[in-house]
């Protein structure tokens, strides 16, 4: 063998004894992916390579074990502070929720319901029934409030009906036969000067000389007054009532409801609150928060809902601030007044006077 075939077999077989050294620093295991949680998310970034130190291996003399091939890594950036996010605080884990009770699903939407916690920062969420995934169903229905609520509701037309039941004859149907001007004289307020009082009631008490307290069905007249109520008390030396309970209040066709009434017999004046009346003779009814009569002709209302529609059918209601009834000369005058049409406000006007009857 010349000397240089043996020089080339050196060669070959000393870069077969160099390859099989470097090879476990080649081989070293790669370091792992640096991964932490944020709230419900995962964010990972990639090892710094700066800090690798394959040495280490060399030094333990451990053999590196094959590991499965790994997807490349997506492009390295430098870790950066996580930005501050809405906590959402959430019950149960949504596999371990068990099913809710029969009786829930038939008012309870089945899906995800989530509503703001009590801080205002994040949502509280909750699963009732199976998991939607995604798919789109119905959510419960918000009823809706009207913008503008009616003046008169289905329990003032009870009480209405209650006020009607007590005129001698219904003043609409006497209004539709064109009879308005013979109801107005039928109630002409008559004076009620040296007119006897009569008291009726379940009960009464004399707790003083002058003072004495009726209760249970008490009912009070005189002339074309008229007064039902729960209990009252009257001062017989003033000459003044007080009435509470289901006060309704009666004078020449004119009747009010109210809780509470404040009567003057001799100077013929009165205060109800939180009224229903009725007046026969227009025809008409509405509500006011405050009445006042100065004497057998004149009254004062405050805050009033006023219609001359039948019970039941509210298509116009006018609406005023204060409005002034004189039966002496047969005019209402109200201030600040707007109309109600088909409950959507229609027209203000800060002036309005209408005639109670023919005249």
């Not at 333990?60 to 950036?77: C, F, H, M």
């Not at 074309?224 to 729960?230: G, V």
């Not at 003044?240 to 001799?266: C, P, T």
Request: proline residues 9%; hydrophobic residues 35%; contains cysteine.
């Amino acid at each position: 063998m010349s000397v240089q075939r043996k020089g080339k077999y050196a060669l070959i077989w000393l870069s077969l004894i160099l390859g099989c050294l470097w090879q476990p620093v080649f081989a070293a295991p790669q370091p792992e992916w640096n991964c932490r949680q944020v709230e419900d998310e995962w964010l990972c970034n990639a090892p710094d390579r700066h800090q690798q130190r394959p040495e280490t291996e060399e030094k333990t003399g451990i053999e590196p074990q094959a590991r499965p091939s790994e997807p490349v890594a997506a492009q390295q950036r430098p870790k950066e502070p996580a930005e501050p996010r809405p906590t959402i605080q959430i019950g149960q884990v949504p596999g371990m929720l068990p099913a809710p009770p029969a009786a829930l699903s038939s008012h309870v939407p089945e899906g995800w319901t989530c509503q703001p916690d009590e801080k205002g920062s994040g949502w509280r969420c909750k699963l009732v029934g199976p998991d939607p995934g995604g798919k789109p169903h119905l959510a419960a229905v918000r009823e809706r409030k009207p913008l503008f609520e009616p003046a008169f509701a289905a329990a003032d037309d009870r009480i209405f009906s209650t006020l009607l039941r007590l005129l001698p004859e219904d003043p609409w149907e006497e209004y539709c036969r064109w009879e308005r001007a013979a109801l107005g004289d039928r109630h002409k307020p008559t004076s009620r000067e040296d007119l006897p009082i009569n008291l009726e009631a379940d009960f009464s008490q004399s707790l003083d000389e002058d003072l004495l307290f009726f209760s249970g069905n008490v009912k009070v007249q005189r002339g074309d007054q008229r007064l039902w109520a729960d209990a009252l008390a009257y001062d017989s030396n003033a000459a003044i009532i007080n009435a509470w309970g289901n006060v309704i209040y009666e004078e020449g066709g004119y009747i009010f409801a109210s809780q509470s009434a404040w009567l003057d017999l001799e100077q013929d004046r009165g205060a109800l609150t939180q009224t229903h009346f009725i007046l026969g003779p227009v025809p008409a009814r509405g509500t006011t928060e405050r009445s006042r009569f100065e004497n057998e002709y004149l009254s004062r209302h405050h805050q009033v809902a006023y219609t001359t529609c039948p019970i039941g059918h509210n298509d116009w209601v006018i609406h005023a601030r204060d409005l002034r009834i004189n039966r002496e000369t047969g005019h209402a005058v109200g201030h600040h007044v707007w109309l109600e049409f088909m409950n959507v406000p229609f027209l203000y006007s800060p002036y309005f006077s209408y005639p109670l009857d023919d005249r």
